[in-house]
């Protein structure tokens, strides 16, 4: 598959594709006989992987790393140090969802609450000392 393809078919820039091979978060790709980049299905699979993992948050680094050990010939060891960056980077993955899904509940119930609060307000039967504690809701956690 030619470039133009995979851009359309993965939707990557050729800008970013060029980039992940020159940085080494994908391996090398094959050329044609005119030099042009020629993807094979395990490219695409990079491609995918990489584009999917860096909108998720997972740094180059670990990335990069991840593609240098898949390239060395094929030992336990080392699949077993991928495997390790994979649940490393699913540890943090985790730990960011959590933390946006405990964002996403707080304002959910503040949008909620807004116009009983907002109510409130207006009938001045709040004050600095009746407010609300927010820390101590319990939001879905």
């Known amino acids: 598959m030619k470039t133009k393809e995979v851009v359309e078919l993965i939707g990557v820039s050729q800008d970013t594709l060029r980039y992940y091979e020159k940085v080494g978060v994908i391996p090398p790709v094959g050329r044609d006989k005119n030099g042009y980049r020629i993807y094979k299905d395990s490219d695409l699979n990079w491609v995918y992987l990489v584009k999917h993992l860096r909108r998720a948050g997972v740094s180059i680094e670990s990335l ?22 994979l649940n490393n980077q699913l540890g943090e993955l985790n730990e960011k969802l959590e933390t946006v899904l405990n964002a996403r509940d707080l304002l959910q119930y503040k949008i909620d609450n807004y116009d009983n609060h907002i109510a409130k307000i207006n009938a001045d039967t709040i004050d600095k000392d009746s407010v609300e504690r927010l820390w101590e809701k319990k939001l879905n956690n």
């Open 64 to 85: 990069i790393e991840f593609c240098r050990l898949g390239q060395l010939p094929k030992d336990y060891d080392i699949q077993n140090q991928q495997k390790q960056i």
